[in-house]
């Protein structure tokens, strides 16, 4: 019993940390996104998805999954407490992220023209596209640093770094929009990117590493492996930002720019609120995961664990989005945001499948089986666009929330076959249990917004999120001891 008890205070100790700067950076963000919404419009917000996306597309295809891939390379390392060994690996790191990130800027440059056409259908973007290629280089670097400290397990530091990047945002971007307006959206991404990749190598010269030469042999037979484990989760990661970027490129042409920032806000709001829950988790996750991918059984049960505490943190989270959306959307960006509240909604539901499936997605990974993780994830980006397409289509965005449902009933449902067959996986009776209930109290939730005018939508669904969280909190403390946890802290004030 202790050591079940152990395991899932891991699971939340992590959270925690993570949690907590992802907090803190969601009150940055909602500052932010509440000045740019004000001062660019929805019109301001498309510009700046879109510049964002194409650069995320092409950092896809030519950093080649170095920021994850090393992490584990590092970690190895540092396992063995070799001081040579760990100097050795982080050199040719950082020498394959100034190649890597060159590559992608020297890319950028180069097509910026008919990045411009394809993006916006006209060539007026061409310089800008020029101008922030050097993000790539910065974005590639700082990534490099990021996996350094996570691989080092040095967690407190790339904690801080995340909160004081996000700081420095706040100050540096919001005055170029406020008296550039438009105009301040390149410089405001090209200084961000920067800042990060200060931040970044600062916290990382806190670490003592020795200094040591490496050939160019060395660079190619040590890079080997990163390259190779890190192209296949480059691939996979460049299914899902190419999805990303010809959805944004479809309602671009079927309706117009607006239309892109309206979709931009409404899935920031999805992923950067509601999605801290899955950041701060897989800090820890992936990992731990690793560790016990041997085991079948061993694997089972973590991912239980892991299913059971994501979806108790997130149910009540997504109730209060479910009944409140219209505040929200209105205190983090303004009333000309509201038609993304129906997008919203649907959308809403379909974060607790994807916690679920999220929980599963990690076990092929941690196995190594990185072919079998880029198919997978290629058929399911396959259906995730056409059921983008398809939404659009016919439901404008409310059909893009449609479609994220729909998406991630479908992923649930092949990833748990796939994992089934091929690892023995299954959920547990708990994971039901608590999945069940849940899922039927946002359903109720989902359905008085709809159904019902705005008094009795507010007053049900509060009764809702107050079951869901009571819910909740009865299940955590079974799991973690709450009690004894808030006791042992009051005794220390």
């Known amino acids: 019993m202790y050591t079940q008890q152990s395991s899932y205070r891991q699971i939340v100790k992590a959270t925690s940390l993570f949690g907590g700067v992802q907090l803190f950076n969601i009150l940055v963000s909602i500052v932010r996104s509440k000045f740019i919404a004000v001062l660019l419009g929805p019109f301001g917000m498309g510009i700046a998805g879109l510049l964002s996306s194409t650069l995320s597309f092409v950092g896809s295809l030519t950093n080649f999954g170095l920021g994850t891939s090393a992490v584990r390379d590092i970690a190895s390392a540092n396992e063995t407490g070799n001081e040579e060994r760990i100097a050795k690996v982080i050199s040719v790191l950082r020498k394959w992220v100034w190649i890597t990130g060159l590559l992608g800027m020297v890319i950028t440059i180069i097509l910026a023209p008919w990045l411009s056409h394809i993006t916006f259908r006209n060539n007026e973007y061409t310089v800008a596209f020029i101008l922030i290629s050097v993000t790539l280089l910065f974005n590639q670097l700082s990534s490099g640093q990021g996996a350094l400290l996570q691989g080092m397990r040095r967690l407190k530091y790339l904690a801080k770094a995340g909160i004081v990047g996000s700081i420095f945002s706040l100050i540096t ?61 480059s691939l996979s990661g460049l299914i899902s930002v190419g999805v990303a970027y010809i959805i944004r490129i479809f309602i671009s042409n079927k309706g117009n720019v607006d239309q892109v920032g309206l979709y931009n806000a409404g899935f920031a709001i999805i992923n950067t609120y509601v999605g801290m829950v899955f950041t701060a988790m897989g800090q820890d996750y992936y990992p731990r995961l690793s560790a016990v991918a041997y085991s079948n059984k061993l694997c089972k049960k973590t991912i239980n664990e892991q299913a059971e505490i994501a979806i108790l943190i997130l149910a009540p989270i997504i109730l209060i989005f479910l009944v409140f959306i219209n505040f929200v959307v209105v205190i983090l960006y303004s009333k000309r945001f509201i038609g993304v509240n129906d997008m919203i909604h649907w959308a809403a539901l379909g974060i607790l499948f994807q916690a679920a499936s999220w929980s599963i997605s990690y076990l092929l990974l941690a196995k190594g089986a990185s072919n079998l993780f880029f198919w997978n994830e290629l058929i399911a980006a396959a259906y995730m666009l056409g059921l983008n397409v398809l939404g659009y289509y016919l439901w404008n965005l409310t059909g893009l929330g449609i479609a994220f449902l729909i998406t991630y009933i479908f992923y649930l449902g092949h990833m748990y076959l796939l994992t089934k067959i091929k690892y023995n996986f299954s959920f547990g009776r708990q994971f039901y249990r608590i999945f069940s209930i849940q899922i039927l109290l946002a359903v109720g939730c989902f359905s008085l917004v709809k159904f019902f005018g705005n008094t009795q939508s507010y007053i049900g669904g509060t009764l809702f999120i ?27 004030f």
């Open 173 to 233: 971007t919001i005055p170029l929009y406020y008296f550039y307006g438009v105009e301040g959206i390149v410089p405001a991404i090209i200084i961000t990117t920067l800042a990060s990749l200060i931040i970044n190598w600062h916290y990382t010269n806190k670490i003592n590493i020795k200094t040591v030469q490496v050939t160019f042999a060395e660079i190619l037979s040590e890079g080997k492996l990163m390259l190779q484990m890190g192209y296949m989760i």
């Open 466 to 492: 107050i079951a869901s969280s009571v819910f909740s909190y009865k299940e955590l403390d079974k799991r973690l001891d709450l009690k004894s946890l808030f006791v042992s802290l009051r005794g220390r």
